[in-house]
C-alpha cells in the first residue's frame, strides 16, 4: 500500500495580507522575497535586520518589529515563518502559533512546523510544488531539478496565453466537455512548439483556429491494454488516452497506480468480474455500458490488465460495438507472459533450449481446458497457463503421460512485476505440491520448459525464486530477513 501522505496540498493567496517572519538573517530574507513576490504584506521581527532587510524596511516594502518574539506579534497574521537559527525561539513561535490556530512554519524543522514551504517549480503562472512530506527534502530538491529541466519556458508562455483567451474560451465553449476538447486540440496542436520557437503571435493564432474548430460529438472507444501493473509499463499511446478520456470502464486487474495516471475528472466505473461470479451476465453489463456511454458523446476507454487481446475477451466487445456503429481504436499493452517473464529472468525462446511459445488457459468457459497433450508434451517449447493456479495435478499428469519429461522446470510468477512478486520453481514432476505449499494466489502465471530454469539464474527483480532445493530456500530466506 503506497503511504498516505501526511500534508494537504494547497496555494495561498497571500497578496495584500499580513505574514510574519521572525528572525533576521539571511534566511529570513530568502523567504521575505519569496513572500514578496507573492505580494504579501511583510512584518519581520527580530532584535536586528542584515543589510538587505534593514534596506527593505528602509524603502518602506516590509515592516520590522524590533526586539525578541512577542506573541502579540501574531495579531492580524495569517501566516508565520519562524527563520532564527534558535530552535527555543522557533519552538515558542509555533506554540503562539498553534494556540491561535496561524498556520506555521519553521525552517528545517518539519517537526515544529503545521505548514512546510514545497520545493517549487515556476513557469509563468504555473506552478509545481513537490513534497516529501519532510521524508527527504533532498528528494524533492532532487525531483525539481529534474523537472526544471524537462520544463520549458513554452509552458509558461503557454498558460500566459490561455489566461489572456480565458474569457474568450468561456464565452464561445459554455460547455465543459467541449472546453476541455479544446484544450485538448490546442496541446496536442503547434501551440508549443511555436512558443519554443519564439513565434507568440502564431501560438496565438493556433489557439483562436483551435477554438472555431467545431469538434464531432462521437463518442468513441479505446480498447486500451493498461499491461501487468507498474505504470511503467504502459505504452505512452495508452496514456494519452488514458488523459483524455471521460470515462474508464476498468477491470479489477488494473493496478492503482495506473488508474493514479489517468485523467482526474473522469468517470471510473470498475467492471471486474469475480472468481464465482456470473461472468456472462458481467460482460453482458459491460457491453451495455460501453455502447450508454459512446452513444451519449464520450470519450470511453476499456482498460483491461495486461493486452485486451489475449484471454482479455476484447475482440467479443469490439464485436458488439461494430454490430452498434461506435468507432474504437485498440491500444495494446504488455500482456502478463511477456511481463511476468521479463521480471522473472525467463527468457521465453532461447536458440538452445525453446523454439517456440504457446500462450494457453489453464481454465475454459466450464472448468478445466481441454489441450492438445500430444502437442504440448514436446521437449524445447515454453508453455504458459494464464489463469492457472488451480487445477496442477491434473495438468502436470497429463503432460507427464503424454511424454513431457518429469524434470521438465517450471516457474510460477505471482503478482508479476509488482513489488510483491513471488516466484517459485522447480520441476514438473513437484508443481502442484510446491504450489500448494507455497499458497500461491491469484494472479499467477505458470511457465513450464526448459527456459523456466533460468528464473533462478537470471533473476533480477524482487525477491529471489523460492525453489525445492534446500541450499536455494536457505538462501531464499537469509536474502529476506
Ligand atoms: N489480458 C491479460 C490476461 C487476463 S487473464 C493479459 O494480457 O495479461 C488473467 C490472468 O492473467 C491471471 O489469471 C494471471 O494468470 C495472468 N496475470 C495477469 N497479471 C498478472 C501478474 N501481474 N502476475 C501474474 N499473472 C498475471
Redesign the pocket.
Known sequence: MPDAPALFPLFLDLRGRRVLVVGGGGVAARKIRALLDAGASVTVGAPVLELVLAAQVREGRITHLRGEFDETWLDDVWLVIAATDDREANSAVAAAAQARRIWANVVDDAELASAQLPARVQRGPLQIAISSGGSSPMLARHLREKLETELDDSLGALARLFADARTRIRAQLPDLTARRRFFQRVLSGPAQALLRRGDTDAAQQAIDDALITTTPTHGSVALV?A???DPGLLTLRALRVLNEADVILH?R?VSREVLNLARRDAEFIEVGKRVGGDHDATQARIHDLLIEHARAGKRVVRL?????????R?GEELEVLRAHGIGFEVVP????????AAHAGIPLTHREHAQSLRLL??QARDGDAEHDWTALAQPQQTLV?????VGLERLRDKLIAHGRAASTPFAI??????PE?RVIAGSLDELPELARIHAVQ?????VIGEVAAFATELHWFGAPPITSDVRCLQRALAHAA
Open positions: 491494454g499491461g501487468p501493473g477491470d486487474l483491461k490488465g495486461g493486452d485486451p487481446f489475449v484471454f482479455g476484447g499493452g504488455i500482456t502478463a507472459a511477456v511481463a511476468c488457459t489453464a497457463f494464464y489463469m492457472g493456479v510468477i505471482e503478482n508479476g512485476s509488482r512478486q491469484a494472479p499467477a502465471l505458470l
